[in-house]
């Protein structure tokens, strides 16, 4: 077993100890969540919908970083970018202003729905700051859909039970 799988092994071993709170702590970024919930939730005397709330407030406080880069980076700092770097994506005030007002109407959609998919998630929380969408109810839809996710996996874990 080399360096790398034995660190991974342990680190699983100590977030699955501490049950919920391992949860949290990995959904904030530290650890694929997934595997977490569906083994916690394959053990008999565990609540999944706690394993979901655990999950889905972690990710919504993993999420705060690249909202508050997202934050920084936005209004006039994108404007300077794209009249100086930005210039090789082809992209004026003007466009980027209508594709702006496009997106944040149906944002809290989206983020909601990229709860759903690995890696979007991060990407997603970026352009929600960058967008300059409000902080409550981008907390909030975060946490909706990573908790309606978090409970699907694990359901799943606790269908699989003992197999997993």
């Keep these: ?16 100890g501490m049950g919920n709170w391992g949860i949290f702590l ?41 909202y508050i880069i997202g934050r920084i980076l936005s209004g006039k700092n994108i404007y300077a970018w794209l009249n100086g770097k930005g210039k090789f994506l082809q992209i004026d005030k003007r466009k980027f202003e209508q594709s702006k007002k496009r997106i944040s109407q149906q944002s809290y959609t989206y983020i909601f729905l990229s709860r759903f998919v690995p890696y979007l998630r991060i990407v997603v929380s970026l352009a929600s700051g960058f967008l300059e969408t409000n902080f409550f109810l981008f907390s909030l839809s975060t946490l909706a859909g990573t908790y309606v996710y978090s409970a699907v996996i694990s359901y799943l874990g606790y269908m699989v039970g003992g197999d997993l």
């Design 26 to 66: 990995s959904a904030t970024g530290i650890f694929p969540t997934e595997i977490l919930m569906a083994i916690l939730a394959a053990e008999n005397n565990s609540n999944i919908w706690l394993i979901a709330l655990a999950s889905g407030l972690g990710e919504m406080v993993g999420a705060y970083p690249m």
């Design 1 to 16: 077993m080399n360096i790398v799988n034995l660190i991974l092994t342990k680190l699983l071993e100590i977030l699955i």
